[in-house]
C-alpha cells in the first residue's frame, strides 16, 4: 500500500531488504558463502558492541506490536539470529532478527529506495542519518501511513462526495440515526478504512534529539544522506526547536558564497590561458582511425569522445577533463583518439601511467593501434623506472624525445623527473590519477600548463571528485557496461584457509586462473607456503615492485600464457592486468587495503562473459570503523559502472576536504556533503547571475552551408572563401602562424574579442581581403551563438521562420538581458518562446521583439528561500539543457527533434523575406546586442568575484602577519605565548 501511494504521487518507491541479513546461495558447488553484498563473521557487528538486554522484555515488546509470542529463536549466528512466527509462518513481515543484540522486525530492518522522473534519487536504511533542508541531521527510522493532514480542492470534494454515498448506502441498508452517526464519527480517525473518506499519505519518520518529523513521500528530496567522512562517525542530531540548524546553515551560507567568489575567479583565471586549438580539418583522420577499434562504442562512450573533441578542437582554452569510468569500461580507447589527434596535429603527446605493468600494456596497445607497422607509423617510446638520465638508454631517448623525434611517450614517474623536456608536447593523459602523490602532481602542474590534459580514473579521490560535482573541473562519465559483461560476486567474509581452497578449487576446475593478493611483499612468502600446504601441486608464481627491471612484467606475462595457476601478488597488478581466463581474485588482509585499490583489484576479473569472484578475507583484531565501512561499501557497491558510486561513499568515508586548498577539512561535515554541494552551486549561480551554458559548437543548418564553420571533407582547403575560418595565404603565409590565428579567430568568445584579433591583424599584416571579411561575419555570429546557448540553428520548412535552438535559456535569463537593453526592449524581429514547464503555465509563452517586456513576470526572484523548489528545478534544468547541447552536432535536420519542447529565439519569415547570402548579417544585427549584454554581464561577475577572493586573501595574509607580530612581542616581552 506505501508503495501505491507513493506511486500515485508520481514518486518510485522500492522496499530494500535489510543489508545485515545472512543466507547461503545454491552454488552448484554447495561452497558456503555469503550471497553478493552481504558480510557475515563469527565476530560481533564492526559498528557497535552487542548491547545487554533482557529476552523477555524485547519478546514482549514485539508481542505488543501484534506479533505471536509463539516463536523458535535460532542464535546459531551471532551476529543475526532469525526468529519466525509460528502462528504465520508464510508471512514474511513477521519475521523478526537479533541485531546487536535487539529483537528487531524484518519490516524495521527494511530500507527504502526512493525516488522521482526529475533525477533525485534517496537510499537509506534505518538508523542512517539524513539531513533535512529546514530541520536538520536526523537519524531515519521507518516508512509509515497516515491519513493526509493538507488535502487538494479535488480530494476535498471528493471527500466529501464519498462520504456522502457512505451515510446514502447506511440508510438504504436500513440503519438507525445512532448507528448512522457512530459512523460519521470514524470519518478521518483510524476507524476509517476507505481510502478516499480518509486519504492516506506515505510518509518518511526522521528523529531528531527533540521532536520526530515526518516528512511526505513527494517531499523526499528536502531530504540526502548525512556524508562527511572527516566528522564524528555518528554526528549529533539536531534539535527541530531553537536556531542551531539556522545558525550553522548560515555559517556554511557563508562559507560558501566565498568559494563561489574563488571559483568564479578560477573560471576568470583559467579564461586567461589560451593555446593553440587543434584543427578541426584533421577531424577526418582521426575518424578513420577511430574504425580501426574492434567493438562497437557504449552511448557513454560515444558522449566522451564528442566531449574530448570538443574541448581539444572548439575550445581556445585548455582541457581539463576528467573521464570517471568503470574498470574494462573503455576509458583508454577515449585516451587512444586523443593521443591520435594530437600527433595528428603535429603535437606531441605523452601518456602517464602510476606502474610498470600498466605502462608496458598501454605502450603494447599504442604500438598496435598506431606505431611502426601501421599505416600512421607514429613514433613510439616506453620510458620507465631504471631508464634515468644518467643511463644510456635513458640519454639516448631523452635526446630523441627533446629533438621531437618520438611522437608519443608512455611513461612511470620518470616522466616527471626534472630533466625532462619536450619539443612541442601538445596532450597529456593521466591514467588512475588517484594513485599519484601530492608531489608528482605538483610537477604536473608545471608540465601541463597551456597543454590539454586528459585525466582517466574509475575511483577519483575525494578531492577531484568534488571539483567535479562542483563544476570546476569539467567530468565525463562512463556508466554503460560492454555487452556480455556480468558483474563480480563479491565475498567479504573473515580469513579462512578452507574458503580459500575451495574459491582455488571451484576456478581450478573450471580450466580457470586466480589472482591471490597480499597487501606487503614481507607476506608473500607466508602465503605462497599457505597455497602451497593446501595444494602441493599447485603452480604459483609471483609479482612485486621490488623485482629485477622487467621481472614483474615479465612474470606476468608468463602467468597469462597459461604456465601458472596462480599469481601471487602485491597491488602491483592493481591496474593494466587484463587477462580474460582469470574470473577469481583473492584479497589477503582486505582491511588494510584503501577503497580505490580494493575496487581496482576486483576489476581485474570479470573481463570475459563467465561469472567472476571476488573475496576479501579480513583479519577481525585488525578492523577499524573506516576498514569496514570500505568492506561494506564493496560488499553494496558490486554492480556494473559502480566506480563514481565507490568514490561517492570513499568521500563519505573520508571527507570533503577543502575544495580549492590542499588540507582535507571543509564545512561539510555541518550540514553534510550533499547538502554542502548544492549550497554551493547556489551560491555561484547567485553571483553568475546570467548562467546560460556556454556552448563550445553551434550546428548551423541553414541551407548552402550558409554561417556554418564546421569542416567539409568536400570543400576545396585551398580555397579560404569556401571555409569561414580560413585565412587566405596570400594574407598570412607562415603555415604555422596562420593555423595559430585562424584557431584563436574561430573560437573567440565574444565579438570584442574577435575585433582586437582582427585590429591586430590590420596592424601587423595590413588591410583584410575582402574574402576574408565576409568570412568574419560568420565567426562573428558564432560567438554570439556561444554567449546566447544556441546549439542549434536552422529554416522551419512550413513557416519559413528560422529557429534558433537554447536549450540552457531561461525566462529569468531573457528577463536580465532586456533589463540592460535600450528601453528594456528586445530587438525588434526577435521573438522567445519558452514552453509552459518553464513560465508556470499549461502553454507557451511567447515575448515579442520590439515591445516592452513586463520585467517583473519574467524575473524570477534570486533569492529563493532554501526549501524552495525552485533552485531543485534549476539543477535539474542544467543537467538535462547539457545533454542536448552535446548531442545537437549529429542532428542533420530540424525535422528529427520536436522544437516546441526547448526555449528558442525565432525571427519570423528569415526564409523568406531575406535572400540566401544575406542571413549572416540579418541574424547578426538581430543577435549583437543581447550577446553583448551576456558577455560584459559576466566579465562583470567574474571581475567583481576575483577582486573579492583577492581582497579576502590580502586581509588573511594581514590577520596573520599581526598574530604573528604579537606573538614575537610576547616573546620579547618575556612572557609566555
Same mark, same amino acid.
Given at each position: 500500500?506505501?508503495?501505491?501511494?507513493?506511486?500515485?504521487?508520481?514518486?518510485?518507491?522500492?522496499?530494500?531488504?535489510?543489508?545485515?541479513?545472512? %543466507?547461503?546461495?545454491?552454488?552448484?558447488?554447495?561452497?558456503?558463502?555469503?550471497?553478493?553484498?552481504?558480510?557475515?563473521?563469527?565476530?560481533?557487528?564492526?559498528?557497535?558492541?552487542?548491547?545487554?538486554?533482557?529476552?523477555?522484555?524485547?519478546?514482549?515488546?514485539?508481542?505488543?506490536?501484534?506479533?505471536?509470542?509463539?516463536?523458535? @529463536?535460532?542464535?546459531?549466528?551471532?551476529? &543475526?539470529?532469525?526468529?519466525?512466527?509460528?502462528?504465520?509462518?508464510?508471512?514474511?513481515?513477521?519475521?523478526?532478527?537479533?541485531?546487536?543484540?535487539? @529483537?528487531?522486525?524484518?519490516?524495521?530492518?527494511?530500507?527504502?529506495?526512493?525516488?522521482?522522473?526529475?533525477?533525485?534519487?534517496?537510499? =537509506?536504511?534505518?538508523?542512517?542519518?539524513?539531513?533535512?533542508?529546514?530541520?536538520?541531521?536526523?537519524?531515519?527510522?521507518?516508512?509509515?501511513?497516515?491519513?493526509?493532514?493538507?488535502l487538494s480542492a479535488e480530494e476535498k470534494d471528493r471527500q466529501e462526495e464519498r462520504r456522502k454515498e457512505i451515510i446514502?448506502?447506511?440508510?438504504?441498508?436500513?440503519?438507525?440515526?445512532?448507528?448512522?452517526?457512530? =459512523?460519521?464519527?470514524?470519518?478521518?480517525?483510524?476507524?476509517?478504512?476507505?481510502?478516499?473518506?480518509?486519504?492516506?499519505?506515505?510518509?518518511?519518520?526522521?528523529?531528531?534529539?527533540?521532536?520526530?518529523?515526518? &516528512?511526505?513521500?513527494?517531499?523526499?528530496?528536502?531530504?540526502?544522506?548525512?556524508?562527511?567522512g572527516?566528522?564524528?562517525?555518528?554526528?549529533?542530531?539536531?534539535?527541530?526547536?531553537?536556531?542551531?540548524?539556522?545558525?550553522?546553515?548560515?555559517?556554511?551560507?557563508?562559507?560558501?558564497?566565498?568559494?563561489?567568489?574563488?571559483?568564479?575567479?578560477?573560471?576568470?583565471?583559467?579564461?586567461?590561458?589560451?593555446?593553440?586549438?587543434?584543427?578541426?580539418?584533421?577531424?577526418?583522420?582521426?575518424?578513420?582511425?577511430?574504425?580501426?577499434?574492434?567493438?562497437?562504442?557504449?552511448?557513454?562512450?560515444?558522449?566522451?569522445?564528442?566531449?574530448?573533441?570538443?574541448?581539444? =578542437?572548439?575550445?581556445?582554452r585548455p582541457m581539463d577533463r576528467l573521464i570517471c569510468g568503470d574498470v574494462g569500461f573503455g576509458k583508454t580507447e577515449v585516451a587512444m583518439r586523443a593521443l591520435f589527434r594530437a600527433v595528428a596535429n603535429g603535437r606531441q603527446a605523452a601518456l602517464l601511467a602510476p606502474t610498470g605493468v600498466l605502462a608496458a600494456q598501454h605502450y603494447k596497445q599504442v604500438v598496435k593501434r598506431m606505431g611502426e607497422g601501421t599505416e600512421h607509423n607514429f613514433n613510439v617510446a616506453l620510458l620507465r623506472?631504471?631508464?634515468?638520465?644518467? !643511463?644510456?638508454?635513458?640519454?639516448?631517448?631523452?635526446?630523441?624525445?627533446?629533438?621531437?623525434?618520438?611522437?608519443?611517450? &608512455?611513461? !612511470?614517474?620518470?616522466?616527471?623527473?626534472?630533466?625532462? %623536456?619536450?619539443?612541442?608536447?601538445?596532450?597529456?593523459?593521466?591514467?588512475?590519477e588517484q594513485r599519484f602523490g601530492v608531489n608528482q602532481k605538483e610537477r604536473l602542474k608545471l608540465i601541463c600548463n597551456c597543454i590539454d590534459v586528459l585525466t582517466l580514473s574509475a575511483t577519483p579521490i575525494p578531492r577531484t571528485l568534488q571539483m567535479s560535482l562542483s563544476g570546476i573541473r569539467d567530468t565525463s562519465t562512463i556508466r554503460s557496461p560492454p555487452p556480455m559483461r556480468k558483474p563480480t560476486v563479491s565475498y567479504v567474509q573473515e580469513h579462512d584457509e578452507s574458503l580459500i581452497k575451495d574459491a582455488i578449487e571451484r576456478e581450478l576446475a573450471r580450466q580457470g586462473q586466480v589472482f591471490y593478493v597480499v597487501p606487503r611483499i614481507a607476506q608473500l612468502e607466508d602465503a605462497e607456503a599457505m597455497l602451497n600446504r593446501l595444494f602441493p601441486e599447485l603452480r604459483v608464481i609471483q609479482a612485486h615492485g621490488r623485482m629485477s627491471r622487467g621481472t614483474a612484467e615479465d612474470?606476468?606475462?608468463?602467468?597469462?600464457?597459461?604456465?601458472?595457476?596462480?599469481l601471487l601478488a602485491t597491488t602491483v597488478i592493481e591496474n593494466g592486468v587484463d587477462i580474460p581466463r582469470v574470473n577469481t581474485i583473492i584479497i589477503q588482509n582486505a582491511q588494510a587495503f584503501g577503497m580505490s585499490t580494493l575496487y581496482q583489484l576486483r576489476g581485474r576479473v570479470g573481463r570475459s562473459d563467465l561469472q567472476a569472484y571476488a573475496y576479501f578475507f579480513h583479519k577481525s583484531d585488525a578492523i577499524t570503523e573506516q576498514s569496514a565501512q570500505r568492506l561494506q561499501a564493496m560488499a553494496d557497491l558490486h554492480e556494473l559502472g559502480s566506480g563514481f558510486d565507490v568514490a561517492n561513499r570513499d568521500l563519505e568515508i573520508r571527507g570533503a576536504g577543502s575544495l580549492l586548498g590542499t588540507e582535507q577539512s571543509g564545512m561539510a561535515a555541518k550540514v553534510g556533503f550533499d547538502l554542502y554541494m548544492r549550497m554551493l552551486k547556489k551560491s555561484i549561480r547567485q553571483l553568475r547571475g546570467l548562467d546560460i551554458p556556454m556552448v563550445p559548437r553551434c550546428n548551423v543548418l541553414l541551407p548552402g552551408g550558409e554561417g556554418s564553420i564546421e569542416w567539409d571533407e568536400n570543400r576545396d582547403s585551398n580555397n579560404a572563401s569556401e571555409s569561414s575560418y580560413l585565412i587566405p595565404e596570400l594574407f598570412i603565409d607562415d603555415v604555422k602562424e596562420r593555423i595559430k590565428q585562424e584557431g584563436i579567430a574561430r573560437l573567440a568568445e565574444s565579438t570584442e574579442s574577435l575585433v582586437k584579433v582582427t585590429n591586430k591583424w590590420k596592424k601587423k599584416y595590413g588591410a583584410i581581403p575582402a574574402e576574408l571579411q565576409n568570412n568574419l561575419k560568420a565567426l562573428h555570429l558564432h560567438t554570439c551563438f556561444r554567449q546566447l546557448g544556441i546549439d542549434i540553428v536552422g529554416l522551419d520548412e512550413s513557416s519559413g521562420d528560422c529557429i534558433l535552438r537554447a536549450p540552457g535559456l531561461r525566462p529569468r535569463h531573457w528577463a536580465m538581458i532586456c533589463s540592460q537593453l535600450p528601453r528594456e526592449t528586445p530587438p525588434k524581429g526577435l521573438d522567445v518562446v519558452f514552453p509552459g514547464r518553464f513560465c508556470f503555465s499549461e502553454e507557451d509563452s511567447e515575448?515579442?521583439?520590439?515591445?516592452? =517586456?513586463?520585467?517583473?513576470?519574467?524575473?524570477?526572484?534570486?533569492?529563493?528561500?532554501?526549501?524552495?523548489?525552485?533552485?531543485?528545478?534549476?539543477?535539474?534544468?542544467?543537467?538535462?539543457?547539457?545533454?542536448?547541447?552535446?548531442?545537437?552536432?549529429?542532428?542533420?535536420?530540424? %525535422?528529427?527533434?520536436?522544437?516546441?519542447?526547448?526555449?528558442?529565439?525565432?525571427?519570423?519569415?528569415?526564409?523568406?523575406?531575406?535572400?540566401?547570402?544575406?542571413?549572416?548579417?540579418?541574424?547578426?544585427?538581430?543577435?549583437?546586442?543581447?550577446?553583448?549584454?551576456?558577455?560584459?554581464?559576466?566579465?562583470?561577475?567574474?571581475?567583481?568575484?576575483?577582486?573579492?577572493?583577492?581582497?579576502?586573501?590580502?586581509?588573511?595574509?594581514?590577520?596573520?602577519?599581526?598574530?604573528?607580530?604579537?606573538?614575537?612581542?610576547?616573546?620579547?616581552?618575556?612572557?609566555?605565548?
Open positions: 500500500m506505501k508503495v501505491n501511494l507513493a506511486k500515485a504521487a508520481g514518486i518510485s518507491l522500492t522496499m530494500l531488504e535489510p543489508t545485515d541479513t545472512a %543466507s547461503y546461495p545454491e552454488e552448484e558447488t554447495k561452497s558456503n558463502f555469503v550471497t553478493t553484498g552481504k558480510i557475515l563473521g563469527e565476530k560481533p557487528s564492526w559498528f557497535g558492541p552487542d548491547d545487554s538486554f533482557d529476552m523477555q522484555t524485547e519478546l514482549q515488546s514485539i508481542m505488543s506490536q501484534g506479533i505471536s509470542s509463539s516463536t523458535d @529463536i535460532d542464535e546459531s549466528n551471532a551476529k &543475526v539470529g532469525t526468529i519466525t512466527s509460528a502462528a504465520a509462518p508464510d508471512n514474511d513481515d513477521n519475521t523478526i532478527q537479533v541485531v546487536n543484540g535487539k @529483537i528487531q522486525s524484518r519490516q524495521q530492518l527494511m530500507g527504502i529506495s526512493v525516488g522521482s522522473a526529475g533525477g533525485w534519487s534517496l537510499e =537509506v536504511y534505518p538508523g542512517d542519518f539524513v539531513v533535512h533542508r529546514k530541520f536538520g541531521i536526523g537519524k531515519y527510522e521507518k516508512v509509515v501511513l497516515q491519513p493526509k493532514k493538507k446514502n448506502e447506511l440508510m438504504k441498508d436500513g440503519k438507525n440515526l445512532e448507528e448512522i452517526q457512530r =459512523v460519521v464519527e470514524t470519518f478521518g480517525t483510524d476507524e476509517d478504512n476507505d481510502p478516499i473518506s480518509n486519504p492516506m499519505a506515505t510518509l518518511l519518520e526522521i528523529a531528531y534529539s527533540d521532536a520526530v518529523v515526518h &516528512v511526505p513521500i513527494d517531499r523526499a528530496y528536502r531530504l540526502s544522506r548525512y556524508r562527511a572527516d566528522a564524528a562517525i555518528k554526528p549529533r542530531l539536531s534539535r527541530v526547536k531553537g536556531e542551531a540548524w539556522a545558525k550553522a546553515k548560515r555559517k556554511v551560507e557563508a562559507n560558501t558564497a566565498q568559494m563561489a567568489e574563488d571559483v568564479l575567479a578560477l573560471y576568470a583565471t583559467r579564461e586567461t590561458l589560451n593555446r593553440t586549438p587543434f584543427d578541426p580539418s584533421v577531424e577526418g583522420r582521426v575518424k578513420k582511425f577511430a574504425e580501426s577499434f574492434p567493438f562497437e562504442p557504449t552511448p557513454d562512450q560515444k558522449k566522451c569522445f564528442e566531449d574530448v573533441e570538443n574541448d581539444m =578542437v572548439w575550445r581556445s623506472g631504471g631508464m634515468g638520465k644518467n !643511463t644510456k638508454k635513458g640519454r639516448e631517448l631523452r635526446a630523441a624525445i627533446d629533438a621531437g623525434e618520438i611522437d608519443i611517450v &608512455v611513461g !612511470t614517474h620518470a616522466l616527471l623527473s626534472n630533466g625532462m %623536456s619536450f619539443k612541442d608536447l601538445g596532450f597529456l593523459t593521466i591514467d588512475e612474470n606476468v606475462a608468463s602467468f597469462a600464457e597459461g604456465n601458472h595457476d596462480v515575448i515579442v521583439g520590439g515591445k516592452k =517586456v513586463d520585467l517583473e513576470e519574467l524575473f524570477a526572484n534570486p533569492n529563493y528561500s532554501d526549501d524552495d523548489e525552485e533552485w531543485d528545478a534549476l539543477d535539474e534544468e542544467e543537467v538535462e539543457a547539457m545533454k542536448e547541447i552535446s548531442s545537437a552536432v549529429n542532428i542533420r535536420d530540424l %525535422s528529427e527533434i520536436d522544437i516546441n519542447n526547448y526555449p528558442r529565439l525565432v525571427i519570423k519569415k528569415l526564409g523568406e523575406s531575406v535572400e540566401e547570402g544575406s542571413r549572416v548579417d540579418a541574424l547578426l544585427k538581430v543577435l549583437l546586442p543581447p550577446s553583448k549584454v551576456v558577455y560584459e554581464k559576466q566579465q562583470r561577475d567574474k571581475e567583481k568575484a576575483k577582486v573579492a577572493a583577492e581582497l579576502r586573501e590580502k586581509r588573511e595574509l594581514i590577520s596573520k602577519q599581526k598574530k604573528e607580530q604579537e606573538k614575537m612581542n610576547s616573546r620579547r616581552l618575556g612572557y609566555q605565548y
